[in-house]
C-alpha cells in the first residue's frame, strides 16, 4: 500500500529557510492531490497547502508569502519550503494524500509519521 | 477562513460507553466534512469522510452525520483502543482547517 516518508532538517536557524522532502512509496504520485500540514501545541493541525501531481498548487494564505510546494514525479517526491522562519513554525510537518484522485476536496488518507522540526539558534 | 469548533474539548468515557462529538462550522459546508483519530506520537488517521462515509478498515462502531453547520461523530460502543483525540476537518474550501480537537480519555 502506499506510504509517505518526510524526509529534511530537525533544526533550522531563525530567519533561514525550512526544507522537507516527502516519498511516495508503494504506488505513485500520479493523479492525487498531496498535502502539507503542520501541528504545534500552540496552533493545532494547520493545513499548509497542496500541490497536484501536475505541478498545480494551493496555499493556505496565512503562508502564502513563504510557501512554495513543488513535485518530482521522477523521484515520487513532493516537497515544501518555507522561507524566514520564526520559532512559531516549530512544529510537526506531516505530507499527506488526498483520499479521492483528482480530488482535492476530500479527507486526507494515507499520512507520513511526521517530522520534527525546530526552529532556534 | 472556515473556523471549525468542536465540543466537547475533553471527555471522559468507560469502555462501552457510548460517545459523542460535535463539530460546527463558521459557516455552511455542506457535507465536507472529515474525523480523524489520533493517537499521542502519531500521525492523524482518517476515520469517517463526506460526513458519513467510512474509510476502508474502520470499525464500524464509529458512524458520523450532519449536514450544513453541525456535525457528529459517535462511537456507538468504546472500546479500549479508541482512547485519542479526534479532530474535524473541513474540505469545503481552501484554506482546509481543523477543529481544536476532542480528547476522549478513560474514566
Known amino acids: 500500500q502506499v506510504q509517505l516518508q518526510e524526509s529534511g532538517p530537525g533544526l533550522v536557524k531563525p530567519s533561514e529557510t525550512l526544507s522537507l522532502i516527502c516519498t511516495v512509496s508503494?504506488?505513485?504520485?500520479?493523479?492525487?492531490?498531496w498535502s502539507w500540514i503542520r501541528q504545534s501545541p500552540g496552533k493545532g493541525l494547520e493545513w499548509i497547502g497542496h500541490?497536484?501531481?501536475?505541478?498545480?498548487?494551493n496555499y493556505n494564505p496565512s503562508l502564502e508569502s513563504r510557501v512554495t510546494i513543488s513535485v518530482d514525479t521522477s523521484k515520487n517526491q513532493f516537497s515544501l519550503n518555507l522561507s524566514s522562519v520564526t520559532a512559531a513554525d516549530t512544529a510537526v510537518y506531516y505530507c499527506?494524500?488526498?483520499?479521492?484522485?483528482?480530488?482535492?476536496?476530500?479527507?486526507?488518507?494515507?499520512w507520513g509519521q511526521g517530522t520534527t522540526v525546530t526552529v532556534s539558534s | 477562513d472556515i473556523q471549525m469548533t468542536q465540543s466537547p474539548s475533553s471527555l471522559s468515557a468507560s469502555v462501552g460507553d457510548r460517545v459523542t462529538i460535535t463539530c460546527r462550522a463558521s459557516?455552511?459546508?455542506?457535507?465536507?466534512l472529515n474525523w480523524y483519530q489520533q493517537k499521542p506520537g502519531k500521525a492523524p488517521n482518517l476515520l469517517i469522510y463526506?460526513?458519513?462515509a467510512l474509510q476502508s478498515g474502520v470499525p464500524s462502531r464509529f458512524s458520523g452525520s450532519g449536514s450544513g453547520t453541525d456535525f457528529t461523530l459517535t462511537i456507538s460502543s468504546l472500546q479500549p483502543e479508541d482512547f485519542a483525540t479526534y479532530y474535524c476537518?473541513?474540505?469545503?474550501?481552501?484554506?482546509?482547517?481543523f477543529g481544536q480537537g476532542t480528547k476522549l480519555e478513560t474514566k
Open positions: 476537518q473541513q474540505s469545503y474550501n481552501t484554506p482546509y482547517t
Open positions: 459557516q455552511s459546508i455542506s457535507t465536507y
Open positions: 463526506s460526513t458519513s
Open positions: 499527506a494524500r488526498h483520499l479521492r484522485p483528482s480530488y482535492s476536496y476530500s479527507g486526507m488518507d494515507v
Open positions: 508503494g504506488g505513485s504520485i500520479g493523479s492525487y492531490y
Open positions: 500541490i497536484y501531481y501536475s505541478g498545480s498548487t
